[in-house]
């Protein structure tokens, strides 16, 4: 069901570019997962909800257990935000606990966007980043019934100050994806991510 990312030790993160609006989520404590939403917290997966992860990291494909979906104005008038909605909703219907990392869930952190202007590629200008292991609070409960949501603003990492037609397109992926909250946190080496698949989507920039 999943694909892979390389990632590197290093540093604490620096922070985000933007904090993510998370409509149908809500973050817990270090000792445990993030609930999904609704007070009482979904109930615990007792099993896997797509086929077994592959042993090569280079194997990857797109998840079907996952939906994403991205959207935006189709006309933002030059200076204002360029504010993309990320959605992410699940097909199986076993609750999973997914990591937030360079997902618009926590924000700008990485070039997980490709965004071109009138056919040419906008260069991404924010933060770059190491990760050490994930902390239990980075993982988010995502059921069935209750889809991660976020609002984020691609202006403060790509330059969208010049009119024109912008086509943008989620590239990233879901770094970790976990099937018992007694398996969270999990080190790096045993990160099992899941590509994601969202059409991308056109605006806009006008004077």
């Known amino acids: 069901m999943m694909g ?15 904090a993510p ?11 445990g997962p993030a609930a999904p939403g609704a007070p009482s917290g979904p109930a ?3 099993g896997p909800v797509a086929p077994s992860t592959p042993s090569n990291p280079a194997a990857s494909s797109t998840d079907p257990a996952f939906e994403c979906q991205i959207r935006v104005d189709p006309r933002i008038k030059l200076g204002q935000p360029a504010t993309v909605h ?9 609750a999973v606990y997914v990591l ?29 980043m190491k990760r050490g292991n994930p902390g239990a609070e980075s993982y988010l409960a995502l059921t069935p019934s209750k889809p991660l949501e976020a609002d ?23 770094w970790d994806v976990v099937t018992k ?26 004077p």
């Open 4 to 18: 892979t990312i390389a990632c590197a030790k290093g540093p604490s993160e620096a922070a985000p570019a933007e």
């Open 21 to 31: 609006v998370s409509a149908a989520s809500a973050s817990a404590g270090p000792s």
């Open 44 to 46: 615990d997966p007792t």
């Open 86 to 94: 990320f959605r992410l909703s699940l097909r199986s219907p076993q």
């Open 100 to 128: 937030n990392w360079r997902t618009p869930l926590e924000g700008l952190r990485g070039d997980d966007f490709l965004v071109t202007r009138d056919g040419v590629e906008v260069p991404y200008r924010g933060p770059m």
């Open 152 to 174: 984020v603003n691609l202006g403060l990492a790509y330059d969208f100050t010049k009119a024109g037609h912008y086509k943008i397109t989620f590239r990233g992926k879901v």
């Open 181 to 206: 909250p007694s398996d969270i946190p999990r080190p790096l080496d045993r990160h099992q991510p899941a590509q994601l698949q969202c059409a991308p989507v056109e605006t806009d920039v006008v």
